[in-house]
């Protein structure tokens, strides 16, 4: 119980000191430099990094799917009366095909294993509904959190240079939810509150549809 506490506190303090500086460096998601905090606050108290996630992974698991599905909230805010329909769905199918066909092709073309290109079919969705999928496609579980939270934070660290000449936000806000589903979300919301709930709605619209079509088309094939 001593080390879910220890390991929480340091996860707390590493985010409180992450704050201020993604505030000067808006670039860097929280998460980021979160990251090196934590790995700098185990290297001063001599903590190996095992020890650590085993204390804190069962718990910030569990809470990670309460985050989750608590994104729903700022979607009751929305508008859904003019929501072009069409192009929602062809954007939402392009974005879902795309996000599994790139990071699988690359990965055969780089000759990688099965069970590493089972996990990089899980990286367009949030932590959460990916490790849903790997355990029904049999995805080794820590590489699948792995490769999602390394394109989130891919993705929301290069939004404001790729997103520096589109000023709608539903459009920005839409785009960071798709590619780069929670952390994207994150840096959407500091770009407003509009953004913010459209990065959520396309997250969850990916996310759904994505664990639909993605196990059902994989588990048929095998």
Same mark, same amino acid.
Request: proline share 6%; aromatic share 10%.
């Given at each position: 119980? %001593?080390?879910?506490?220890?390991?929480?506190?340091?996860?707390? *303090? +590493?985010?409180?000191?992450?704050? #201020?500086?993604?505030?000067?460096?808006?670039?860097?998601?929280?998460?980021?430099?979160?990251?090196?905090?934590?790995? $700098?606050?185990?290297?001063?108290?001599?903590?190996?990094?095992?020890?650590?996630?085993?204390?804190?992974?069962? =718990?910030?698991?569990?809470?990670?799917?309460?985050?989750?599905?608590? %994104?729903?909230?700022?979607?009751?805010?929305?508008?859904?009366?003019?929501?072009?329909?069409?192009?929602?769905?062809?954007?939402?199918?392009?974005?879902?095909?795309?996000?599994? +066909? !790139?990071?699988?092709?690359?990965?055969?073309? %780089?000759?990688?294993?099965? @069970?590493? *290109?089972? +996990?990089?079919?899980?990286?367009?969705?949030?932590?959460?509904?990916?490790?849903?999928?790997?355990?029904?496609?049999?995805?080794? =579980?820590? %590489?699948?959190?792995?490769?999602?939270?390394?394109?989130?934070?891919?993705? $929301?660290?290069?939004? @404001?240079?790729?997103?520096?000449?589109?000023?709608?936000?539903? &459009?920005?806000? !839409?785009?960071?939810?798709?590619?780069?589903? +929670?952390?994207?979300?994150?840096?959407?919301?500091?770009?407003?509150?509009? &953004? /913010?709930?459209? $990065?959520?709605? /396309?997250?969850?619209?990916?996310?759904?549809?994505?664990? !639909?079509?993605? #196990?059902?088309?994989?588990?048929? !094939?095998?």
């Amino acid at each position: 119980m %001593l080390t879910i506490i220890y390991g929480f506190f340091i996860t707390l *303090i +590493a985010y409180l000191c992450a704050k #201020p500086l993604n505030k000067r460096i808006p670039q860097i998601p929280v998460l980021v430099f979160g990251m090196f905090i934590v790995v $700098a606050i185990l290297a001063l108290v001599g903590l190996p990094y095992e020890h650590y996630m085993t204390s804190v992974n069962g =718990l910030f698991s569990h809470l990670l799917g309460y985050v989750t599905v608590a %994104l729903a909230i700022p979607l009751a805010a929305m508008r859904y009366d003019d929501l072009p329909l069409k192009s929602l769905v062809g954007i939402l199918c392009f974005a879902s095909f795309s996000a599994v +066909a !790139l990071p699988v092709g690359l990965a055969y073309l %780089l000759h990688m294993s099965e @069970p590493t *290109i089972l +996990a990089f079919m899980t990286r367009a969705v949030t932590t959460p509904i990916a490790l849903n999928i790997a355990t029904l496609l049999h995805a080794p =579980l820590t %590489l699948v959190t792995l490769i999602v939270i390394l394109s989130g934070v891919i993705g $929301a660290a290069f939004s @404001p240079w790729i997103l520096k000449h589109i000023h709608d936000e539903r &459009a920005s806000g !839409l785009a960071l939810g798709l590619a780069a589903h +929670a952390i994207g979300t994150a840096q959407a919301w500091q770009r407003g509150p509009i &953004a /913010g709930r459209y $990065a959520a709605f /396309g997250m969850a619209l990916n996310g759904v549809f994505t664990a !639909l079509w993605l #196990p059902t088309l994989v588990l048929s !094939l095998q």
